[in-house]
């Protein structure tokens, strides 16, 4: 017979007993070190950790008989907080509520936190310095990425602007490569340290309501598994169920969308080191612009111990209407001269594609209505501006604010969409909306057409005719050679200078 939530909650608290000495999720061997998901059967899909009874994911101060109480406590009373979605925005909510004294629950719908996780980029965590200080001496971490590159191409072309430094090598750090399914295990255990009750393999379905339309919990996949609790915050991902079933989202427009799809290659660590100039645990972060085709959209590539990362973000209407598949845009950016040679050899371990909300601050829906918070993708919080295609930290700071407001509502016993206003004023005084507001024209020059494929042309074929010696004639002018590129590219100076001006009101 199915079993209900607040069972399983209070029989996972006894349960832990006789299941003390099992690991801890966050000490499962990395995801990444398994077979791929997507080519074994369902149940080779569950590492140790989803064999395990649910009291494998009861906080371990449940271990104890004094917790026993307290973990089973939420389910007989309900819970002041439900987190939907044990991500990096999840997480952190509810490690901020439970610290705060909060009776939080951590919902998951995969088997463990991040069992259903890609990764293309790096983890810039600076952010976490207040959350969880000293954190890189525990940190799932990979690399430490010392060399960040920008690369523009055409067909047959590259040019790089290339830096790297030994500082971003030593503590504090800078970025960070990770496997999200590491990083994400990492961090939900934290907010079960904390205190935080985390239940895994259970889908949130929808919100429950009470009778003036305040969110009063929600519903789940489990027979009797409605968690009823104050107030709700929904990091339930990309084009959120929650949001949207709130009516939070306001521009959910396909061209504010982007397709992420990613490759991991595995090759060996000394080959990576070799190929990318590193050495120890330095890592490399390369951006690619032009790559794309005639699809709107991007490249990276990044590295991890001993495999390698390669992939394209594609802007939706774009990829729809070329008519091409992702993986053909992948094959043709692991094929380009620049990046051949990088990736030549390396045996497919992971193949996996995720929607990524790019539009930034003109696709951000509401952020919060009466009992309900929305934090990380599902808040469109990915700040994406050619430079910087940056997503965890914003998930992590959101989730992070969401909890404090939260917190503090609780607080002051309004939990309405007015009480819960400190949400958007924490972000507003961050990092977080102060980024996405100054970059809000960044998203659209960096994927116009212009962007995408004139001007790497111009920039190659400018920096090919600058070094290309082809005496007797005399070195060329570097004015002369920018007009005639622009020239033979059909640019006009306006169009330029247009683009100039949002670039300097972006970046400047």
């Not at 973000?313 to 094959?331: F, K, Y």
């Not at 918070?373 to 940056?390: K, M, N, Q, R, S």
């Not at 992070?400 to 004023?425: K, Q």
């Not at 190659?460 to 290309?468: A, G, I, K, Q, S």
Request: hydrophobic content about 45%; glycine content about 10%.
């Amino acid at each position: 017979m199915a079993e209900t939530v607040p069972s399983l909650l209070a029989q996972g608290a006894a349960a832990t007993r006789a299941a003390a000495h099992l690991p801890p999720a966050a000490h499962l061997p990395p995801a990444a070190h398994l077979p791929s998901v997507a080519h074994l059967p369902p149940a080779a899909h569950l590492p140790l950790a989803a064999h395990l009874p649910l009291a494998a994911h009861l906080p371990p101060a449940a271990q104890s008989a004094d917790a026993t109480q307290s973990a089973t406590r939420p389910a007989a009373e309900g819970f002041d907080v439900v987190v939907v979605g044990a991500g990096p925005a999840g997480s952190a909510a509810a490690l901020t509520l439970a610290r705060a004294g909060v009776r939080v629950c951590l919902v998951e719908r995969g088997p463990f936190p991040g069992a259903k996780n890609m990764y293309g980029g790096v983890l810039y965590g600076r952010v976490l310095d207040g959350l969880l200080p000293g954190w890189w001496q525990e940190a799932p971490v990979q690399r430490w990425v010392t060399r960040r590159a920008t690369m523009v191409v055409t067909p047959t072309q590259s040019l790089t602007v290339d830096f790297r430094t030994t500082a971003w090598g030593e503590p504090p750090y800078n970025g960070a490569t990770v496997y999200r399914s590491d990083l994400d295990a990492w961090l939900a255990a934290k907010a079960e340290a904390a205190g935080a009750v985390l239940l895994c393999s259970t889908t949130v379905t929808g919100l429950t309501r009470g009778p003036t339309g305040q969110v009063t919990g929600v519903r789940t996949d489990r027979p009797d598994g409605d968690l009823p609790a104050r107030v709700v915050v929904a990091c339930d991902g990309v084009n959120s169920l929650l949001a949207k079933e709130a009516g939070l989202y306001r521009h959910p427009e396909p061209e504010h969308f982007t397709l992420g799809v990613k490759e991991v290659l595995a090759l060996p660590r000394q080959d990576i080191e070799a190929r990318f100039g590193l050495a120890g645990r330095e890592g490399t972060d390369i951006e690619i612009l032009g790559c794309t085709g005639d699809v709107p959209g991007g490249g990276f590539l990044y590295t991890n111990l001993d495999t390698i990362a390669v992939g394209v973000v594609l802007q939706l209407p774009g990829l729809a209407s070329s008519g091409r598949r992702p993986e053909e845009l992948i094959a043709g950016l692991k094929a380009h001269p620049a990046v051949a040679p990088l990736v030549v050899g390396g045996q497919l371990k992971e193949y996996s594609a995720h929607l990524i909300p790019e539009g930034g601050w003109d696709m951000l829906p509401d952020l919060a209505a009466d009992g309900l918070l929305v934090a990380g993708d599902a808040a469109a919080l990915c700040l994406a501006t050619g430079i910087w295609l940056e997503g965890v930290n914003y998930a992590i700071a959101s989730g992070a604010a969401a909890g404090e407001a939260a917190a503090a509502a609780l607080a002051s016993g309004d939990t309405s969409a007015a009480g819960l206003a400190g949400y958007r004023h924490r972000l507003e005084s961050s990092f977080v909306l102060a980024d996405f507001k100054r970059l809000r024209r960044a998203p659209g020059l960096v994927l116009s057409e212009r962007v995408q494929r004139r001007y790497p042309q111009i920039a190659c074929n400018l920096v090919e005719r600058l070094f290309t010696v082809d005496n007797p004639n005399p070195k060329p002018r570097l004015l002369a050679a920018g007009r005639a590129e622009l020239r033979r590219s059909a640019v006009r100076a306006r169009d330029l200078a247009r683009d100039a001006w949002t670039a300097l009101r972006a970046f400047g």
